[in-house]
């Protein structure tokens, strides 16, 4: 097991958005979440890195309780667990080398030149994207910034690879294409992945197992062809 | 009663996290891995991207308050005190505080419209969950650049507002460069440049801070972006004049007692 939660709760303000979450990701499981929107998805992935903390429960990512880690703690569990954020997040002041370069430096602390050039390149033929490596993040698509996000977050090698809501706001073949991709890198990286999503097509291709989310918490479990015949009507309304 | 409480606690949350980030940018100072290729670059944008602007206001200062104070000095005989009068004047007080002023508009504001536009797009969380320290490279940077830079801006608009009140001076009269200087550094002691000097240090972190502070803050959506912009100008304007205030009342303290 890569990641455990128990009884997790985090509200803002009033507002309680995770109530009472557990779940567990194997390892080399593409794990998806689905929900609507504004159910706490996304709160729930960025507490598997810190970057929000939980109010009450246990959330441990690869054997250690990420609330009690140290900022170098921290720092190092997050080497190994990428995060591909809805809009890629690249760093627009820099090109795409630079924004591959960016984590290998400082993370991995590669010095040598040639060593980040072949590394940069080989992740970015991994994604498809090899002629954008000088291009700035202005001069690409919706989907291609999201492949560089994911070559960026993949450069480090992670166990553990978090994609938030990956093929929101692309057409359906991009969309079919990243989720292609997420597959195809889980097989060459051996990561094991949490897939926020809505988009059924992309749950269908690359979930291995299903959560369904609603008003901050899980109310259905199961591979996508079991909850597609459930009888619960808030999950078969995903399928329709 | 209970939203001045509510005041009262953001107040006290903001103060708590001004002094964590104050805490966090002193640490990382020290932290293995300096980023010395962004702090090159910070000090070109605040240093040499800033000297037009700060050249041609020295200018206009120097020149300005030769013409506004030269008729009342000559009623009162004292025309050739006017040199040394625009010297101290500009090096102690009102070089340091106009660039200080200018560089708030610009340098805080421009820090706090990126790192707040960094913010809502994600990138400084892209930074944190790749494991990178965005507060190293984009915090320690920026404010060791403004602590540097600004002083350096400063005496740079000191010497060029000294000519623009030499051109002012031979305007209407006609008095030879070196005498001017002359005239101009005979009254100058170094307890007028050192405390000058010292407080632009102390705008520069400010500035630089209140920019980063501000953006690293920033709320959600791209209206926190003018609001981090705008209010880093409001606080840094502020924390110059306060700052001014305090170097003022211990400089006379420590250097003319």
Known sequence: ?240 | MNLKTTVWNRQFVTAGEQVYFIARFVRNIFRRGFEWNEFFRQCFIVGNKSIGLVAITGFILGLVLTLQSEPTMRDFGAESFVPSMVAISIIREIGPVIIALICAGKIASSMGAELASMKVSEQIDAMEVSGANPVQYLVVTRILACIIMIPLLTLLADAIALLGGFVASNINNDMAIGLYFRKAFSTLEFADVVPAVLKTIFFGFAIGFVGCFKGYHAGKGTESVGLAANSAVVAASLWVIVLDAIAVQLTSVIAYN
């Open chain 1, 1 to 240: 097991m890569v990641i455990s939660i128990k009884n997790l709760k985090k509200s803002f303000g009033d507002l309680e958005v995770l109530s009472d979450i557990s779940m567990e990701l194997y390892r080399g499981e593409n794990l998806v979440v689905l929900g609507r929107s504004g159910q706490g998805k996304s709160v729930n992935i960025k507490c598997m890195v810190g970057l929000l903390t939980q109010d009450e429960g246990s959330l441990q990512v690869l054997g250690e309780e990420v609330k009690e880690l140290s900022d170098d703690g921290l720092r190092a569990l997050r080497g190994k667990v990428g995060f591909l954020f809805q809009s890629g997040a690249l760093y627009d002041s820099m090109t795409v080398r630079e924004n591959l370069a960016f984590p290998l430096t400082r993370v991995l602390k590669v010095k040598d030149t040639e060593e980040i050039n072949k590394r940069i390149e080989d992740v970015l033929e991994a994604v498809g994207l090899l002629e954008a490596i000088d291009k700035m993040p202005a001069e690409l698509s919706g989907g291609m910034r999201k492949r560089v996000g994911l070559a960026r977050t993949l450069i480090l090698q992670p166990e553990i690879m978090l994609y938030d809501e990956p093929t929101t706001g692309l057409d359906p073949i991009t969309s079919r294409e990243i989720s292609q991709l997420i597959l195809e890198m889980q097989k060459n990286y051996h990561t094991s992945s949490v897939i926020i999503t809505h988009d059924m097509a992309c749950a269908k291709i690359t979930g291995d197992r299903l959560l369904v989310m609603n008003d901050g918490r899980f109310v259905a479990e199961g591979n996508y062809e079991d909850l597609e015949k459930g009888e619960d009507k808030f999950v078969r309304s995903f399928f329709k």
